[in-house]
């Protein structure tokens, strides 16, 4: 159990264009969902924190009216990445929490190639 | 907040022990340490965790020292498989986000 998917794993977009990366959970419900971001050899950063039903939070210097969340459904959190360019270019991962045993675990989806020309 | 320090990479011969250190001398009493690695261009996979006692499942066992300053992972044979980058992250039970540092790479040798 605990999978989580992200649609579509690799796009190629124009740049000024937008695009929307969806991330599901599987067989849970997730009231919470993160998104990360990963530049080439370099680390995952979180970008934002989802909340079903609310507006996301996000981390400081992400743009938050540039990478737009939704998280309308206890399955379902979606980013856009609004007017795209070229240094937007990167690895997108979502990952979903659940509470097992009284901890919260988080599960990562496999990721999103996103490459603006 | 990262608060892990991992060797930024290691190599291992292929069916040999793969013993992976990870620093945490911050730890608080309720955090965790979970593990976690990424394969090239893939989502990180959950490894193993734990609290104060050893633990192991069938990837790999997990060793924190009794001050809980640090632990290692061990992944017992090696595999060409088990090539990728290694996260040690601590964090309490509920709440908070995973904080990725910046891992070690693990390059098994045939």
């Known amino acids: 159990g605990a999978v989580v998917s992200q649609h579509p794993s690799r796009v190629i977009c124009k740049s000024g264009t937008s695009v929307k990366i969806e991330c599901r959970s599987l067989?849970?419900?997730?009231?919470?969902m993160f998104w990360y971001r990963q530049f080439p050899k370099q680390s995952l950063m979180l970008m934002a924190t989802?909340?079903?039903?609310?507006?996301?939070?996000?981390e400081q210097g992400v743009e938050k009216d540039k990478f737009l969340i939704n998280h309308a459904s206890l399955t379902l959190s979606t980013l856009t990445v609004t007017s795209a360019h070229p240094e937007d270019s990167s690895f997108y991962i979502c990952?979903?929490?659940?509470?097992?045993?009284?901890?919260?675990?988080?599960?990562f989806g496999p990721g999103t190639r996103l490459t603006v020309t | 907040d990262a608060k892990t320090t991992q060797p930024p990479s290691m190599d291992c011969a292929e069916g040999r022990a793969a013993n992976l250190p990870c620093n945490h001398s911050?730890?608080?009493?309720?955090?965790?340490v979970y593990w976690y690695r990424q394969i090239h261009s893939q989502g990180p996979q959950y490894i193993i965790h734990?609290?104060?006692n050893n633990e192991t499942n069938e990837m790999a066992s997990l060793i924190i020292t009794e001050d809980r300053k640090s632990s290692t992972l061990i992944l017992p044979h090696a595999t060409l498989r088990d090539t990728a980058v290694y996260y040690c992250?601590?964090?309490?039970?509920?709440?908070?986000?995973?904080?990725f540092g910046t891992g070690t790479s693990l390059t098994v040798i045939p």
């Open positions: 734990g609290l104060k």
């Open positions: 992250i601590v964090r309490p039970p509920t709440g908070n986000q995973f904080y």
């Open positions: 990952s979903a929490r659940v509470e097992r045993g009284g901890r919260h675990e988080q599960y």
């Open positions: 067989d849970f419900q997730a009231t919470t």
């Open positions: 989802s909340n079903e039903g609310s507006k996301a939070t996000y």
């Open positions: 911050t730890i608080s009493g309720n955090e965790y």
